[in-house]
Every structure is written in C-alpha cells, then in structure tokens.
C-alpha cells in the first residue's frame, strides 16, 4: 500500500490527484492541515454575532438580509439543499474523487472555518470508496462550481446520493454502510464546502496527467511514421532548434532524436534525393512544441490552483479578518481548460495528417494502399480508421471553441460576469479523449506500415513502441473489426503505459 497522500493545503500535486483520483492512493489530513483548520474554525466562532456574508446573512442577491444565530446551522444545511439542482449525466468517478480531495485540501488550508470533524469526513468518505453522485451540468464557474459542489456535499450530512461498491445508495445508506456518521454543519460549513473552482480544477488535472502523456505520445507515433514513410530526420538536427529556443520544440526535437536512434530504416536512404518532407513529418517539432509550451502553461496555472483558498469569505487569520472576495470564480481554470483542448486539439490535427500519408498510395512512398498486404478490393484494410480519425479531429474542432469567453450574468446581476469553466472542463475532457484515439490509430498503422520495411529496421525507440503495440493489436492480415483495439492503444496512452514501455527500451526517460 503506498503512502497516504498528507493534505496540508500547501503541496498538493497534480500527479497526487492522479494518484488518489485513479489509481485510488489512501489520503490523511496532516498535522498543519488540521492545526490551520481548527484555528480558523475557532475564530470563525469568535464572529458569528457580527454580520459577515455566509455565516449570518443569506446568499447571492439576499446578501442583506440577516439570519437569526439559531437558524445559523439550518442556513448552512438549505444553502446545500437549495444548490443541489444539477442536471444531466454524472460525472465520471475519478473526477468525482478528484473534486473531494480537493475541497479537502482546500479545507485543511485554514481560510474556511471548516472543521476539522467535517474535514475527516469527507476523507473518510474518498478513501472508503464512497463516491457522491453529482450531474455534470449546472455549474457556471463563478462562484466556483456551486450546484456540483451541494452535490458533493449532501453526503456528509446524510443526504443525496452515492455509490460505493457499485451500489447505488442515498448518502445515509452509504455513510451506513461504510461505518460512518453524517455530521450537523454549523455556521459556514455549507458554504465552505460548495463555494470554490474543485471541479473544474479536478479536471483540469486529470485531463492535464493524460495531455502531458498524450504529448509525448504524438512523438512516438510521428517517429514510427517517418520511419514508414522513409522520411529523413536531418529536420531535428539539435542547432535547427537551438536557432528557435523554444522549450517544447526543442523537448519534442530530441525526443524524436532519441526515438530514431539507431535505426536501420533511416539508414538505407540516408543518400537518397528527397529533400524535404511533407510538413507533418518536418514541422513536427514546431507543433507539438508548441503544444507543450501551453501545456507548460496550463500545468502552472493548475499547480497554484490546487492549494489555493478559492472560498468567499476568507478567514484571514494573521489579519484578524473575516473577508468576501472574488478567489471562487474560475476564469484562470476555465481559460486554461480551454488553452489545454487547443494544444491537444493540434496533437490530433497533424497526427491525422501524417495518419492520411500512410494509407494514401499516392503520398507514402510504395507503401500498399490502406496497408492492405493481400487481396487490395476484399480488404479495405486502414481506409476506415483514417475516416475514424478525420471525424474526431473535426468534432476537436468544434469543441475547441472556447467556453471561457462566455458569460451569462446571474443572481439578479449580482454574478454578473462567470467563466464556463465547467462547460470549458466537460469539453476539454473530450478533446483529450478523441486525441488520444486519433493518436492510437496513428500508432496502429504505423506499426502496420513500418512492418512493410523488413528486414529493415526501425530505431530502438520505435521497434519498442511497435513491439508494445503487437501486445494489444495483433498484424492485420485481413480485415476485422479495429475498435477494440484503437480503445486498447488509446487506453495505453492515456495511462502512461505506452510511455513507460518505451522509455524501459530506450533506458532513459523522453524529453
């Protein structure tokens, strides 16, 4: 079992979201984290008689109207209740998980008044399994995800719904069930657990770990299909890329260097008279460089985000301050959502492009048309993936059209500017999985193609991502159906195990 992920509010990291989101990593709140949760809790206290927004007053456009001290806990518990209106299809479990383990660490934090009972809970919940069902429409990213977050949150008092083990329960039988009780919030609590940017951020993290993976992906697939194609990679000569320093240009460049290391392919036409390559193959560099410069991006943005204070009002403990704000709206997670479903967007653009010159007999240089090695006219070979690739990256294109410079005002006006960001983080979850699909298919058939080349062989780098793919996809000889096996690549490259395969073979990690 690997170590507990301690929550302090201050070093959470993407690559622990993904750890406890999937891979389902146990979780513990820290010493600091309690001790920062329990001192605001208890000036917090200190406040309830005075008038501050969220603990005495109502909410949005009832921001005026004050609430007795003994209907301050009821207020908490009907804010949950009155949120809790989502609509449409659930969110898938590990973003659900993802979300929880964010409002905890954001919680641990110590600028909500959470308590530290409430805090526990909700990790006990996540590390039991218990997974809130929450739709995955109706939030419009500005006081943070507020109708997912109610949804996350009935649970803990004993209400909504949730499954674990599969079942379908209410939130009571699921706390019942795992040996826990619900809590009674008291003054803030509620909003405390629904004011905040976690479900945007959660898949902003996700969909983040599977574009850095993808990234790289793209130039394993672009490296098997220059070898097929015969293309010449003079085009990632090191100084080409010193000229235009580009972090990711230069990054993608000796990754496809490394790749190619070796290879008996390049090789045998190293004299011939082709001077350059189409552009999918030459601009490789540019391209996915530029991709993974705004992923660079992206993943700063997401990084600060996963230990902000995103609640309204802030318990300022050092100023001695109780504060409202504007830390809940989501515009810097939703215009990276955004940013992050354009890079990948562009992955999958130009690895179908490359995709096209492998199967068409009048662009890849001898190879059979469609890869058919017998019986051309019976067997339609890869004609068909390539539409399959075509039709994804032109959906791409249309969820590319960014969420984040939409706004609808809200509240009566008082929300009168929101981000999208969760319509920003459905889309851009999307993208990522039709570019990865986009990016198997390239890789199904340029280990088809570059089998056309033996005895030769292809670098060490693309014999290794070859050999991997023949675990998942055996030869096509004469044609079946490929979708089991396009999900089965796509689900290698979204898991890392494509990478990891490779990388054992080259005995280094790819830049």
Known sequence: MPAAVELTGDDLTIGDVWDVAVERRPVALGRRGSERAAAAQAFLETQVGDHTYGVNTGFGRFVSESIPADQAAELQHRLLRSHACGVGEPYPDDVVRAAMLLRANTLAKGYSGARVETIELLIAMLVAGIVPHVPSRGSVGASGDLAP?????????????????????????????????????????????INGTQFMTAMAALALVRAMRLARAADIACAMSLEALQGTPMSFHPAIHAARPLPGQEESAAALRALLEGSAIVESHRWCDKVQDAYSLRCAPQVHGASRDLLDHVEHTVGVELNAATDNPLVLLDEGLIVSNGNFHGQPIAIGLDCLAIACAELANISERRMERLVNPNLSDGLPPFLVAREEGL??????????????????????????????????????????????GLKALQVVANAERVVAIELLAGAQAVEFLAPLEPGIGVRAARAFVRTLSDRLREDRPLSGDIERVAAAVRDGTLLAAVEADLGAELA
């Not at 379908?168 to 909003?191: D, M, N, Q």
């Not at 075509?390 to 981000?419: F, M, R, W, Y």
């Open 379 to 424: 067997n339609s070979g890869f004609m068909i993936p390539q539409y399959v690739a075509a039709a994804l990256v032109s959906e791409n294109k249309g969820l590319c059209h960014p969420a984040s410079v939409d706004s609808i005002p809200t509240s009566a006006g008082q929300e009168d500017h929101v981000s999208m960001g969760n319509g920003a």
């Open 149 to 193: 977050l109610a949804h996350l949150a009935l649970p803990l008092v004993g209400e909504g719904e949730a499954t674990l083990d599969g079942r379908a329960l209410t939130g009571s039988e699921a706390l019942g069930a795992a040996g826990l009780e619900p809590i009674r919030l008291v003054a803030k609590e509620g909003l405390a657990l």
